[in-house]
């Protein structure tokens, strides 16, 4: 019974790298966004090698808003600008890039007001809208190992 432990830890560790994978995806991203963090009202250049070289137009999306990429006179990279909404709301907006024949690409600009507007999220209360599903997940693993460890405690204190 010695191989319980050392499969537990097994477990654990493929657990812990699971957790990984959707943060090292996101890092992996060929679609840069100057600046990351912008206010309303704000310019924001989009750019990106993903296409190919012998494409020479995009589509975008940021915030319901349409915009164009297109060939900045370096070779395979599309360059375009959009303005985030005067009305937007603080937080991460997605922004989605299409061009031919089938590529999408995905990142996030953050958008932060100078001035607070409505309550101050300090943690409290209903959960913010966001997903949970890391925290989900996490609070099932450390369940699930808890779970294992008073199994074999249990099993340990029964044979003795």
């Known amino acids: 019974m010695r191989y319980v432990p050392a499969g537990a830890g097994i477990g ?11 943060a090292a995806a996101a890092d992996d991203s060929e679609l840069r966004i100057s600046p990351k963090q ?6 924001v250049t989009v750019s990106t090698t993903a296409c190919g070289s012998d494409v020479t137009y995009g589509k975008g999306t940021a915030g319901g808003d349409e915009f164009h990429l297109l060939d900045d006179g370096h ?3 599309l360059t375009g600008t959009f303005r985030i909404p005067e009305g937007a709301d603080s937080g991460s907006h997605e ?11 995905t990142d996030t600009v953050k958008v932060q007001r100078s001035h607070p507007s409505g309550g101050v999220d300090a943690g409290f209360g209903p959960a913010a809208v966001g997903d949970n599903k890391p925290t989900l997940l996490g609070a099932t693993v450390l369940a699930v190992t808890a779970g294992g460890v008073l199994v074999m405690r249990r099993h340990r204190s029964v044979r003795r």
């Open 12 to 22: 654990l560790v493929l657990c812990a790298l699971a957790l990984q994978g959707p």
């Open 38 to 43: 912008s206010a309303p009202g704000s310019t």
């Open 75 to 77: 070779k395979g990279t």
């Open 95 to 105: 922004v989605i890039v299409k061009c031919p024949p089938s590529i999408k690409i």
